[in-house]
């Protein structure tokens, strides 16, 4: 069962990633380290509702 997720930056809340993760086997909220264009820098991007 793979759903669309957005990804937004944990600093500056912008929105930045949107990518697919499987709820059966992840359940809980995905934490990637990603470049952040807002903020300039590579910061943590946690899944939004």
């Known amino acids: ?3 669309k997720i ?3 930056c944990a ?3 912008s929105r930045n990633y949107t990518t ?3 709820k059966a ?5 995905m934490e990637v ?3 952040c264009k807002a ?5 943590m991007h946690r ?3």
């Open 1 to 3: 069962m793979n759903v």
């Open 6 to 8: 957005v990804l937004s």
């Open 11 to 13: 600093e500056c809340s």
């Open 20 to 22: 697919t993760k499987n």
């Open 25 to 29: 086997g992840n359940p809980e909220r």
């Open 33 to 35: 380290r990603k470049f």
């Open 39 to 43: 903020c300039g820098k590579h910061t």
């Open 47 to 49: 899944e939004t509702k």
